[in-house]
C-alpha cells in the first residue's frame, strides 16, 4: 500500500486545490502515471503515482484546499474493480464498495476503458494537463498527435484538431458538462435574462489578492511619456531576415525594451529594489520580469540576467518563458525573484494604461499600441511619426518624481537611439 501525499510546492506555497481527478477508485495505475491536477497559486502541477497498484481510496473531492504533506488517496496491491466506485471522502463507505465488488464483477464484461497514454516518463511525447485530458476523454494516443508548439509540447488545439479523425466514442459521462448552478439571489431567476455562475481559479483569487494589496500598500504614482520608435522599426526592417537566419528567433519589440530598461536601472537604482520593513534593498542584479496573458490568468515569468544577455537571447528567453506559460507547464523557479517588470498592453491595441505594481517590486513600465501621430520636427514641419506612450508606475515611498521622471526619459532616449542600448543597456 502506497499513500498519495502533496508534493512539496516550492517556497512560500503551502496549499493547493484539487483541480481535476484523473482516475477514480478501481483503476490500475503504473508508476509514472497521471493520478491529479493540482492548481496553486502560481502554477498547476500534475501529481503522479510513485508505485504500481490499484486506486483504493480517494480521500480529497475536486475543488478542495489540501495542503503540502496532505494525503489525498491511497493505492493499494489488489485487482482494480470492473466497474469503479465513484471516489468517496470516507475510508468506510470505500471498504463497503470494495466488498461488493467481487460479487459484482462476474455478472457483466468489463467496461471498455480509453485508450492508454504513454507513461510521462517514455520520452514519446510531452503535452499539457488539459491535452493529456482532451485525450483520455477522446481515447486519442497522443504518440499520433503533432505539436504546433515551438518547444514540442503538445496543446489541447493539437488534440482538438486530432479529434476529427475516427476513434472510439468517449463515455457520456465524460463529455457532458455539468450544468451552471442557479443564481443565489434573493430575487426569482428570470429565464430571459440567464446567468452562469462560475468560481474563480485559485490563480485569478491570488491574482485579485494581490492587487488589491499593492494598491493598499504601496504609494503608487504614474508617470508617461512617448517615444518615437522610428528608428526601431527601421532597424527591424533592414536587420529582421538576417537575425531570423543567424538566430533561429524573430527580432521583436521586447528586447529593445528589456535593454532600455536595464540602463535605465543602472542610472536609477532604486526602481531596482524593494522595501523590506525600514530598510531598502537594492538589488545589483537585473532579472526582468515579463508579464503574459495566459489562460489561467496573468502571470509574469522571469528572464534571468537580462544585462548579460544579448538581442537574441532576450528574444529566445521571452518566446520559451511565453509558451510555457500559455501551455500552463511553468515551474515555480520560472516566477520567482524578479527585480523590475515589464507589461505589453499593446499586442491587445492598449493605447494608454496605468499598470499596477508586481509587488514587492517598486517600478513597472507599461508598453501600448505604436500609432502614426503627427509630430513637429521644427517650427515648419510636422511628420506623421510612429509614436508609443509608455508608462511607469512606481512606489512613492522610496521613489521620487524627479527619480521616476528621470528613468523614464533614459528609457525614451535609449529606444529613439537604438545604438546606446550596446552601451548601457
Known amino acids: 500500500m502506497a499513500e498519495i501525499k502533496v508534493p512539496d510546492l516550492g517556497e512560500s506555497i503551502s496549499e ?8 477514480k477508485v478501481g483503476d490500475t495505475v503504473g508508476q509514472g502515471d497521471l493520478l491529479a491536477e493540482l492548481e496553486t497559486d502560481k502554477v498547476n502541477l500534475e501529481i503522479s503515482a510513485e508505485e504500481n497498484g490499484v486506486i483504493e481510496s480517494i480521500l480529497r473531492g475536486e475543488g478542495e484546499n489540501v495542503a503540502v504533506g496532505e494525503v489525498i488517496a491511497v493505492i493499494g496491491s489488489g485487482a482494480g474493480a470492473s466497474a469503479p466506485a465513484a471516489p468517496a471522502a470516507a475510508a468506510e463507505a470505500t471498504a463497503a ?46 504518440n499520433g498527435v503533432s505539436a504546433r508548439d515551438p518547444i514540442g509540447r503538445i496543446q489541447h488545439d493539437d488534440v482538438h484538431a486530432n479529434a476529427a479523425r475516427p476513434a472510439a466514442a468517449p463515455a457520456a459521462a465524460s463529455t ?44 503608487m504614482l504614474t508617470t508617461f511619456n512617448e517615444v518615437d520608435m522610428t528608428a526601431i522599426l527601421d532597424i527591424r ?28 536601472l543602472k542610472a536609477y537604482p532604486l526602481l531596482n529594489a524593494e ?25 509574469v515569468p522571469v528572464v534571468r540576467d537580462a544585462d ?38 499593446g499586442v491587445f491595441g492598449s ?13 513597472i513600465l507599461g508598453m501600448h499600441k505604436i500609432q502614426l501621430r503627427p509630430v513637429a520636427i521644427d517650427e515648419e514641419r510636422s511628420e506623421n511619426r510612429p509614436m508609443m506612450y509608455i508608462a511607469l508606475s512606481y512606489d512613492h515611498r522610496i521613489v521620487d518624481g524627479a527619480e521616476a521622471v528621470g528613468f523614464l526619459v533614459k528609457v525614451k532616449e535609449m529606444l529613439e537611439d537604438p545604438e546606446t542600448l550596446l552601451l548601457e543597456g
Do not use: C
Not at 493605447?351 to 517600478?363: D, K
Open 176 to 219: 457532458t458538462p455539468a450544468k451552471p448552478a442557479a443564481p443565489a439571489s434573493g430575487a426569482a431567476a428570470d429565464p430571459a435574462k440567464p446567468i452562469e455562475r462560475q468560481r474563480m481559479s485559485r490563480r485569478r483569487q491570488t491574482i485579485a489578492t494581490r492587487l488589491v494589496e499593492a494598491q493598499q500598500t504601496a504609494a
Open 351 to 363: 493605447l494608454l494604461s496605468t499598470p499596477i505594481l508586481n509587488a514587492p517590486q517598486v517600478g
Open 97 to 142: 464498495e470494495k466488498e461488493s465488488a467481487p460479487t459484482a464483477a462476474p455478472a457483466a464484461p468489463p467496461a471498455p476503458a480509453p485508450v492508454p497514454a504513454p507513461a510521462a516518463d517514455s520520452g514519446a511525447y510531452y503535452a499539457s494537463p488539459a491535452a493529456r485530458k482532451l485525450a483520455r476523454e477522446k481515447g486519442i494516443d497522443l
Open 237 to 264: 526592417k533592414r536587420r529582421k531576415d538576417a537575425f531570423k537566419e543567424k538566430h533561429d528567433v524573430g527580432l521583436g519589440f521586447m528586447s529593445f525594451f528589456t535593454k532600455a530598461v536595464v540602463g535605465a
Open 275 to 299: 522595501i523590506d520593513g525600514q530598510d531598502i534593498l537594492v538589488k545589483k542584479f537585473y532579472d526582468i520580469g515579463i508579464a503574459v496573458a495566459a489562460k489561467e490568468g496573468l502571470v
Open 16 to 23: 493547493g486545490t484539487l483541480h481535476k481527478w484523473l482516475v
Open 308 to 345: 548579460r544577455l544579448g538581442f537574441a537571447e532576450i528574444e529566445r528567453s521571452i518566446g520559451e518563458l511565453a509558451s510555457k506559460a500559455r501551455s500552463n507547464s511553468l515551474a515555480l523557479s520560472d516566477l520567482q525573484g524578479g527585480s523590475f517588470t515589464i507589461t505589453n498592453g
